[in-house]
T-cell receptor
Framework: DAKTTQPPSMDCAEGRAANLPCNHSTISGNEYVYWYRQIHSQGPQYIIHGLKNNETNEMASLIITEDRKSSTLILPHATLRDTAVYYCIVRDSGAGSYQLTFGKGTKLSVIP | EPEVTQTPSHQVTQMGQEVILRCVPISNHLYFYWYRQILGQKVEFLVSFYNNEISEKSEIFDDQFSVERPDGSNFTLKIRSTKLEDSAMYFC????????????FGPGTRLTVL
């Protein structure tokens, strides 16, 4: 699976959009980008995933650059409950049993 | 909304003792996983399970570990002889099927080995 690079921490004001970047310059054509988050030692929570098109669901939007070498997770109106560690994971959808390889992620702090 | 549950939430044991961590995956899911997270460190994959057998395992998952799906609902992780370094949060996860990408995680069991 391709390696990802994320900033270790970010702050965001409550009510503003949180834009979390991820670099995955070695991504290959059949690898998806997944985002999970972990709120204070709880189990990781799936947010969104995508291959090359931008994706949106009730939690977030995922913007993937045209060359697929980076992506941005957008939380449109961050709340205090969005304070968590956010993980960007790249993996091949057809390979193996879909186990996830977590990095250190980005610790997002939403500030009142 | 269906969710993965895990019991107990906290398990304290003496070094060398056997422990069994229990998980109830979401009922129509077919793929099951165990991960662990040592305090302050990354979440690490241990093992995946499908069709009543292990499909993949990591280097961490040595002979001291085993998994079982004893009935149609429970999925267990057994550590035969616990070591101090087994102290961690253990997360169970499940996934619905081959066409579904997302894994749903349980709240975890905190294992403390004394």
């Amino acid at each position: 699976d391709a390696k990802t690079t994320q900033p270790p921490s970010m702050d965001c004001a409550e009510g503003r959009a949180a834009n979390l970047p991820c670099n995955h310059s070695t991504i290959s054509g059949n690898e998806y980008v997944y985002w999970y988050r972990q709120i204070h030692s709880q189990g990781p929570q799936y947010i969104i995933h995508g291959l090359k098109n931008n994706e949106t669901n009730e939690m977030a939007s995922l913007i993937i650059t045209e060359d697929r070498k980076s992506s941005t997770l957008i939380l449109p109106h961050a709340t205090l409950r969005d304070t968590a560690v956010y993980y960007c994971i790249v993996r091949d959808s057809g390979a193996g049993s879909y186990q996830l390889t977590f990095g250190k992620g980005t610790k997002l702090s939403v500030i009142p | 909304e269906p969710e993965v549950t895990q019991t107990p939430s906290h398990q304290v044991t003496q070094m060398g003792q056997e422990v069994i961590l229990r998980c109830v995956p979401i009922s129509n899911h077919l793929y099951f996983y165990w991960y662990r997270q040592i305090l302050g460190q990354k979440v690490e994959f241990l093992v995946s399970f499908y069709n009543n057998e292990i499909s993949e395992k990591s280097e961490i998952f040595d002979d001291q570990f085993s998994v079982e799906r004893p009935d149609g609902s429970n999925f267990t992780l057994k550590i035969r002889s616990t070591k101090l370094e087994d102290s961690a949060m253990y997360f169970c996860a499940s996934r619905r099927g081959p066409s579904y990408n997302e894994q749903f995680f349980g709240p975890g069991t905190r294992l403390t080995v004394l």
